[in-house]
Nanobody, 123 residues
Framework: QVQLVESGGGLVQAGGSLRLSCAAS????????MGWYRQAPGKSREMVAR?????????KYADSVKGRFTISRDNAKNAVYLEMNSLKSTDTGVYYC???????????????WGQGTQVTVSS
C-alpha cells in the first residue's frame, strides 16, 4: 500500500506564491510517475504537472501553468513538490498529489492519491 501526505496549501493573493509538498511512503519500489492534479469547483480534475520517472524524469505541465509552476522531486525522501508562482484566481482549487506504481509481472499501473490540499487565490 502507498500513503501520500500533502502540505502547503492556503490562501494567497493573486501574484503570490505557494509551495506544495507531498511525501510518499509504503511500497514504492517501481514508481512510474509523480505529479499534481487539481479540481476547481464545478470542474473535473485536471493534470497540473507530472514527472515521468520511467522516462528519465521527463516533465509535463498543463498549458495554463507553464512558465509559472515548477515540479520537482527528492528521490531520497520519495517526495514531490510544486512551486507555484504568479498565482491567478483561476488556480484556485483542491490540489491532489498523485503517484502511479508498476506492480507485478503484468506491469500493471496502480494509482494512488493524496487527500488533497486547498489552494485559494484571491483577486
Amino acid at each position: 500500500q502507498v500513503q501520500l501526505v500533502e502540505s502547503g496549501g492556503g490562501l494567497v493573493q493573486a501574484g503570490g506564491s505557494l509551495r506544495l509538498s507531498c511525501a510518499a511512503s509504503g511500497s514504492l519500489s517501481s514508481i512510474n510517475s509523480m505529479g499534481w492534479y487539481r479540481q476547481a469547483p464545478g470542474k473535473s480534475r485536471e493534470m497540473v504537472a507530472r514527472i515521468i520517472i520511467t522516462s528519465g524524469g521527463f516533465t509535463k505541465y498543463a498549458d495554463s501553468v507553464k512558465g509559472r509552476f515548477t515540479i520537482s522531486r527528492d528521490n531520497a525522501k520519495n517526495a514531490v513538490y510544486l512551486e507555484m508562482n504568479s498565482l491567478k484566481s483561476t488556480d484556485t482549487g483542491v490540489y491532489y498529489c498523485h503517484i502511479d506504481v508498476i506492480r507485478g509481472s503484468d506491469l500493471v499501473l496502480m494509482d494512488y492519491w493524496g487527500q488533497g490540499t486547498q489552494v485559494t487565490v484571491s483577486s
